[in-house]
């Protein structure tokens, strides 16, 4: 259609002289507003009373949610990489916001089945596109920094949550003056919540939809040496697609990296807020730690979750992608068997322990796509970057099925102490080392699986170097 | 092609500015709500 041809990957090249630093805040609209989807607890309650049903059935939106999430980065991944970024976002916002709209009339009109389609079903499909949409175009704009470059996108979707909680508890305030966190609120309120997300995230994904850019062919950063970051190990000039990386040992074994990695730090963000209080109870069974002081230890984690996906993202870039997940795994270990063995200590080092695992757990969200680009190029990073997130949605049923089958069967909630969950924290350490395991045995892709018919960044930069020089025909 | 690596090209620091205040306003926003909630912890 004419209408939706500025969508185009053709027109969206960008012009000699367009800053590159446009398209990370470009890349941020869109994963701060698709954070959303971890910040639905502030509405859970009142989802509950209004529908009349179990927190099973409101929780299940959310689950249908991740599950496309996976689903639709995996098998749309391709399509994004190739329409291009602006298509994909626009895409993304409209299927995300068109979520929030369906869910709306699902609460107004007391269909829970709508809210399934709504939210979970098509908002679900907006995630999954909306978390893949900008990778690779940031890490072509970026080929001197891709970690820091991604990892400024992804930081967004761990900082969605700490923009949408806040804003939500505000508006439903403005709603319904008789809304509370633990009462919930009217279900107009939410419906009316909805319709205002619906429409303010649809409006501030469009600045991304319009800032996003593709480099032109062949371009590269001023001052930006190509050789250099070939010379690094494990970097490849080559090129791998989709359908090929699938079919390496190097993408399962990354793909267990990332799945190892995130069971880790899921099982603590999913367990926070009660671990903390049950860590610290007394034998009369009462917690040192306040309801209140435990939900700002859920905030505090969900911050380093955040910075971690930052500046560990950053830090690769000096220090190579897989060292920077020898840290997160290796450390990992050495924290979780602090954790196990003196985080009762001291509300101070169980902090300081868990805030590390949760920022190694954001980090290896952020960096996991300019590895992929160190092993299989640039081609089609995106596309490769979907389907290997299926192990995120495996990781988010085993992380919490592996500490909550051990907390049942040591005893019931609020009754559980630090000793209880020994046995939870050294699986994870076992975890983490069968990551640790895949993670060095990562080595380059054989030359049998690269494309021929493609280039990447460097090469492209390389072939216009030599037309530049080539001598001209009078 | 060679691109240019500044920050700041001529001509497109509005857009430059408008971009991260869009952002980053919700983000410092969402930081700032979440230290009000932390402090308790640390007996704020």
């Known amino acids: 259609m004419a209408a939706f041809s500025f969508l185009d990957r053709e027109h969206t090249v960008a012009k000699p002289g367009y800053s590159r630093w446009l398209i990370p805040p470009a890349a941020l609209a869109i994963h701060l507003c698709i954070g959303q989807a971890y910040a639905t607890s502030v509405y859970k309650v009142a989802l509950v009373e209004h529908f009349d049903a179990s927190l099973t059935a409101v929780g299940f939106i959310f689950s249908i949610a991740i599950v496309m999430l996976g689903v639709s980065a995996a098998v749309m991944g391709t399509w994004v990489d190739r329409v291009g970024p602006r298509r994909a976002m626009f895409t993304a916002a409209c299927f995300w916001s068109s979520g929030f709209l369906i869910g709306a009339l699902g609460i107004s009109t007391e269909q829970l089945w709508l809210v399934y389609l709504g939210y979970g079903f098509i908002g679900g499909i907006g995630l999954g596109i909306g978390y893949i949409s900008p990778v690779s175009t940031l890490i072509k704009w970026f080929p001197d920094r891709p970690g820091m470059a991604t990892g400024m996108a992804i930081m967004g979707f761990g900082g969605g949550a700490l923009v949408a909680a806040p804003l939500s508890r505000q508006l439903l305030t403005w709603y319904d003056p008789n809304f509370t966190v633990l009462a919930g609120a009217s279900g107009s309120a939410v419906a009316k919540l909805f319709l205002t997300l619906g429409v303010v995230y649809f409006l501030v994904m469009m600045l991304g939809v319009f800032n996003v850019r593709v480099p032109p062919p062949g371009w590269q950063p001023g001052g930006f040496d190509p050789a250099q970051v070939e010379s690094k190990p494990l970097v490849t000039t080559a090129h791998v697609s989709a359908s090929e990386a699938v079919r390496t040992h190097q993408f399962w074994l990354l793909w267990v990296v990332l799945f190892c990695n995130v069971t880790a730090g899921i099982g603590i963000l999913e367990q926070a807020s009660p671990m903390i209080q049950d860590f610290f109870r007394s034998a009369d069974g009462k917690s040192a730690v306040a309801v209140t002081a435990a939900a700002g230890f859920v905030g505090l984690l969900s911050m380093f979750n955040m910075g971690g996906r930052f500046v560990w993202s950053t830090t690769s870039d000096f220090i190579g992608r897989k060292f920077t997940y020898v840290g997160y795994l290796g450390l990992g270990m050495v924290l979780y068997t602090l954790l196990a063995l003196v985080g009762d200590t001291s509300t101070a080092v169980f902090v300081v322990l868990t805030a590390g695992i949760l920022s190694f757990y954001g980090g290896g969200f952020a960096t996991v796509p300019a590895y992929l680009r160190d092993v299989f190029g640039t081609y089609q990073v995106g596309a490769i970057h979907g389907r290997l997130l299926t192990a995120w949605s495996m990781a988010g049923i085993a992380g919490p099925l592996i500490i909550n089958r051990i907390l049942d069967a040591k005893g019931k909630p609020g009754e559980l102490v630090a000793a209880d969950y020994r046995p939870a924290l050294y699986i994870m350490v076992g975890v983490l080392a069968i990551g640790f395991i895949a993670n060095v045995l990562i080595r380059p892709v054989a030359e049998r699986h690269h494309e021929e018919a493609h280039s990447d960044a460097f090469a492209e930069a390389r072939e216009a170097e030599a037309e530049d020089a080539r001598p001209r025909a009078l | ?44």
């Open chain 2, 1 to 44: 092609m060679i691109g240019s690596d500044s920050p700041t090209p001529a001509g497109q620091t509005p857009r430059l500015v408008i971009s991260g205040l869009v952002v980053g306003i919700p983000l410092a926003y969402g930081v700032f709500q979440t230290i009000k909630t932390v402090l308790p912890l640390f007996g704020g």
